[in-house]
């Protein structure tokens, strides 16, 4: 069981690193194809909208075939896309091969975390989604500042080509050390896409969307704003990454923790003080010290609401949960996608390089509203006792239904 949950996490780390690395190299990848810096954020923001359109399109796909097989196909599509861009003789070409990578993000981390929810006894299934997911905190800290580092020295196509060999690596791993685990009997891809019609589901892919939003309209523009606005040399931004990390490695384990005891508590004190500490950062990035702060802050809090948010859309899709899986992974890209374009927006329009900051304030706290909203509509008579529309229960009407025998 260790074995195959350290799999996921080797497979986490290389996508992690090629997800969050490009932040780190958005200025020499600009000067290289002779594009702006908002410009060259889009390599952020397709990658996360590839991301939202692979999550349930990959998944989909792949209900035809073992969970563990799927796994090993997407790893495959991720090694071509890293490859792409390794080679990119254009900044068209180089998106594309984002994309390409992008594709295989949401369902692997999707199809991941049923699989290691199911290894582990009930009460433990968010601190084994916490676990897959310490190879993408781990990544922040040593992947991702690697390649930037190797990217300043050696040339961003260098990093690039790393990672697509990370991705041979977490291949290898997943085919040596994930089992091949039965597919639940009964269950084809309308009995997934019900899930969706479960109002909870929805309300918590929207508590994504806003909440990890928040994190990525600060963090995609952390280079400029820290050597431009903080003052750091452009060499400083290889151990602000690392910050960065740390706190999102302590951030989801705490969260997997927590989220297995009181879940919702979790996601109101996460949410609440990430909304209060980005609003911060509008006024700590002016200054080094408390920027740097600020920076692992934001890494952990952003991180401890992903082990629950992920965990509370496997509990209320319960029976059929791949797809909805697959496609939080998708909304907390689409929340990054999302404040990546209104960072370059209110950039763009002269206020700044710590205007994302108060943006990604406004989202996390848009999160934390709709948390008590989802809590309320839980709370009113009868809800608990709803069942989804494909005949699956979820687990909290099960629960009930055995209660009352």
């Known amino acids: 069981m260790p074995l195959a949950l350290l799999a996921l996490a080797i497979g986490a780390f290389g996508i992690g690193t090629t997800e969050f690395v490009i932040m780190g190299l958005l200025p020499e990848v600009a000067a290289d194809f002779d594009v702006s810096i908002p410009l060259a954020g889009y390599l952020v923001t397709g990658y996360a909208l590839g991301v939202v359109l692979?999550?349930?399109?990959?998944?989909?796909?792949?209900?035809?075939?073992?969970?563990?097989?799927?796994?090993?196909?997407?790893?495959?599509?991720?090694?071509?896309?890293n490859v792409l861009s390794a080679l990119a003789p254009a900044f068209g070409v180089m998106l594309a091969g984002r994309i390409v990578a992008s594709l295989a993000h949401g369902a692997f981390f999707g199809i991941g975390s049923v699989v290691a929810a199911e290894l582990v006894a009930p009460e433990k299934k968010a601190g084994a989604i916490a676990m897959m997911f310490t190879g993408l905190t781990v990544a922040n800290v040593v992947g991702v500042p690697l390649g930037t580092l190797v990217g300043q020295s050696f040339g961003w196509r260098v990093t690039f080509g790393i990672v697509a060999a990370l991705g041979v690596v977490g291949l290898l791993g997943v085919a040596k050390l994930v089992p091949d685990l039965p597919k639940p009997e009964g269950v084809r891809l309308r009995h997934e896409l019900a899930a969706f019609r479960n109002v909870q589901v929805l309300l918590a892919m929207a508590m994504t969307v806003l909440g990890f939003g928040g994190v990525f309209a600060a963090i995609t523009y952390i280079t400029p704003m820290m050597t431009d606005v903080a003052g750091y040399a452009d060499s400083s931004v290889t151990w602000l990454l690392v910050l960065f990390g740390l706190g999102m490695v302590g951030g989801n384990l705490i969260g997997g923790k927590f989220a297995d005891r009181a879940l919702m508590p979790m996601l109101y004190v996460s949410l609440g003080a990430l909304a209060v500490v980005l609003g911060l950062f509008t006024f700590t990035a002016h200054n080094k010290i408390a920027a740097a702060v600020t920076i692992a802050l934001v890494g952990a809090l952003g991180f401890a609401?992903?082990?629950?948010?992920?965990?509370?859309?496997?509990?209320?899709?319960?029976?059929?949960?791949?797809?909805?899986?697959?496609?939080?992974?998708?909304?907390?890209?689409?929340?990054?996608?999302?404040?990546?374009?209104?960072?370059?927006?209110?950039?763009?329009?002269?206020?700044?390089?710590?205007?994302?900051?108060?943006?990604?304030?406004?989202?996390?706290?848009?999160?934390?509203?709709?948390?008590?909203?989802?809590?309320?509509?839980?709370?009113?008579?009868?809800?608990?006792?709803?069942?989804?529309a494909s005949g699956v229960p979820t687990a909290t009407a099960l629960a009930v239904a055995t209660s009352r025998r």
Request: aromatic share 6%; glycine share 14%; hydrophobic share 55%.
């Open 54 to 81: 692979g999550a349930p399109l990959m998944t989909a796909l792949g209900t035809k075939i073992s969970r563990k097989r799927m796994l090993m196909l997407l790893m495959g599509l991720f090694i071509v896309g």
């Open 305 to 388: 609401t992903v082990p629950p948010l992920q965990k509370r859309v496997l509990d209320q899709a319960a029976g059929a949960p791949t797809l909805a899986s697959a496609v939080n992974i998708g909304a907390f890209n689409l929340g990054n996608a999302l404040a990546a374009w209104l960072g370059g927006v209110v950039i763009s329009a002269g206020l700044g390089y710590t205007a994302p900051n108060w943006v990604g304030a406004l989202l996390a706290a848009s999160a934390l509203v709709l948390a008590f909203v989802s809590a309320g509509l839980e709370r009113r008579p009868g809800s608990a006792g709803r069942v989804v």
